[in-house]
């Protein structure tokens, strides 16, 4: 959200002076080209020119900085546009100070920046000058995000302002990122642009909100605000406009970025700016949203939501067209009123709050022989921590293609264990034995500070993590007890070992495989192995591989050529997947051709399923892998991936993105049926999102009937 709403600025208006001012007066930029249209806003200079590294004082087109505390510097590595940006690098006072000229009456800065730590205290003022004296003018402390530059800060500078104080307070050597400042005169607010932007994401069942399209209306100037006072569209291109609820328009602020931590309440109901009629009741599927909203200067985002029913078509599509824009009483052009893509439907199956959990994350899905989707998850009851803590693997099965799920049911648990932080069981990875049907669920105990950080060598609970699997003989209907594998396949020096997480495979010839995980001693690092465990009795006893990379983690497995394991690798060099192939079950592994180059990844799980041996058992080529596609955090793009060459290549027109927003990125695929694909994702818009993609999208022409097979 803007750091100053337009009812800020309403409320400091009637004190701005437009005496002296011309509409033709130019404003100022600093550190290269703001985002507006207008060409005033887009002047080069300031950090543009400067020499990088620290500095006590620096001219630029908007006057002279100065560093008055602290210490800041000129960096490239960061930046929103241009080649430089300025880092204001924290400690108990990082302050820097602008003057300029005055703008000869009110005016209004604006800058974007980015918080530079997640640490406390964080502190990031404003304060502004005006007849040589300082008056603090905004506290955007709480309003600043890490990552990306997200964050506009504006304010309303009174008339005479001729200084600006910057201040930040933070972690030494954090601090906090600024970029395209910009002072600009008052005048009379005109439009300068309107366009639609439709950033790819679900619409979920089980979502009151769901934006699907964003109506920008740029503005210019501060001087009688306008208002916007209707949007008018249509649902042409939805395939049943009669199974969406509601359909309502909001106001966003002025980014497209939104938090989906609780997806229904990323709009208050002060933001709402009116609604439609229900679209069954509208045979135009034309619909008038009226309101009356103040415009802040530059951008501000109205979105289109709607609600879809609790059976709406999981394989439906939703898009809107805008038709016409109205402010101040006059229709405004929109630039390009239906831009691609059309959005997919999906199912929000856990979000904040469900269940009484206050978190869910790591997804695992598989497809029984009966058919059936087996989910499970951890239910971070407390929190998005990971363990130690409060975590237990919850299980959610759908019998008719993940359109409709059973009740969350906690399958693995040690207890409340308050006194353990939590004693919690989690980092699920689930398989399906394709002979006997059964499924085997894997799971890290924590029992006291025995995860990631805290676990140690040894083979007892009070000394490290513990390797806990739970079966089900009745299709995922119940579980038994758990069973504690950790003496059987972990090496006492090891400070940990556990599971994927995701899923695991069966082998052509029967065998069971889990990708798993383990840290060195701590004389050699606790430096972490990806690896595989392997049973060759139904799950009775297991085996464990050599490490296949060193500083690797959660990988994926599947079966290539008969006997032929490829393990692909969450890399902590980042960047993109380590590749590995093993034909005698882990004992050694070979770099595959595509280790470190096909697939880009922001250091995160990532899914890997092998369509032919999913649907026959039988190797076919054709592999899906899923991840945030985007090289560096933070992570989003939840993307789809296919090969059809067992992984030698992964070309661009067979990726499809499901879902560009933020989110913590952990996904896993099945086949849902011979045409179906199902993902299961941490997304943008709910911690569990579920959703369903024809095969035939992923490979054109497929001649898959529909039908799963077996063996």
Known sequence: MPILTPLAVLAVAPQLDSVGLASGVPSLASGGHAQGRAAEAQVDGGFEGARLGPFSELASTLGTWRVTHGVAAIQSEHVRSGARSLHLT????????????????????????????????????????????????LDASDEVVIGGFRTEVSAVLPRGADGLRVRCTSPPGKGVLIDDVVLEPARPMVIVGCRARQPVSPVL????????????????????????????????????PDQLQRVEVFQGGSSLELSYDRPDEVFGEGDRFGAARRPGEDPSRVYTVRGRRALAPGRNVFWISVAPSADADLDGRVDARVQSVTVGGAEVQVEDPSPDPVQRLGLALRSAGSGGSRAYRIPGL???????????????????????????VGCSRSEDGGRSWSPMEVIMSQGPGEGWRGDGVGDPAVLVDRERGHVHVLAAWSHGD???????????????????????????????????????????????????????????????????????????????????????????????????RADTTESAVVELADGELMLNMRDNRGGSRAVHTSVDGGVTWQ????????????????????????????????????????????RRRMTIRASSDGGASWPEERWLLLDEGKSAGYSCLTMIDGATVGILYEGSRAHMTFQRVPLSELFPGSLDDGSRGGR
């Not at 990031?124 to 000058?129: D, E, H, M, N, P």
């Not at 598989?366 to 975590?391: E, H, K, M, S």
């Not at 096909?598 to 250091?603: H, K, M, Q, R």
């Open 90 to 137: 924290g400690g108990e006072r990082c302050e820097v100070e602008l003057d300029f000229e005055d703008l000869g009456g009110a005016g209004r800065v604006s800058l974007w920046a980015e918080r530079w730590t997640r640490a406390a205290p964080f502190e990031f003022t404003l304060a502004v000058r005006v007849g040589g004296e300082w008056s603090a003018l």
């Open 205 to 240: 069942v089980g979502n009151d909100l769901n934006p699907i399209l964003a109506v920008e209306v740029e503005t210019r100037g501060l001087l009688a605000p306008l208002e916007l006072e209707a949007i008018r569209f249509d649902l042409g291109g939805t395939s049943s």
């Open 366 to 392: 598989v497809t029984t022989p009966r058919g059936t989707l087996i989910a499970v998850y951890d239910i971070r009851w407390n929190g998005w921590g990971d363990l130690p803590g409060r975590i237990d």
């Open 450 to 548: 025995r995860a990631w950080r805290g676990s140690g060598p040894g083979l007892a609970p009070e000394e490290t993590g513990q390797l806990m699997l739970a079966t089900s003989t009745d299709d995922g209907r119940s579980f038994g007890p758990l069973r504690n594998l950790t003496g059987m396949v972990k090496d006492a020096a090891w400070s940990y070992l556990l599971q994927g997480p995701g899923r695991g495979i069966t082998m052509g010839d029967g065998r069971l495989v889990f990708p798993a995980q383990y840290q060195l001693s701590p004389g050699e690092g606790r430096t972490p192995h990806s690896t595989v465990l392997v049973s060759a009795d139904g799950g009775e006893t297991w085996s464990i591989g050599v490490g296949a």
């Open 591 to 634: 770099a595959h051709g595509s280790s470190r180059s096909a697939l880009t990844e922001p250091v995160c799980m990532a899914s890997l399923i092998h369509v032919g041996r999913e649907l026959t058992g039988e190797a076919d080529g054709r592999l899906l892998f899923s991840n945030p596609a985007v090289p560096a955090a933070p």
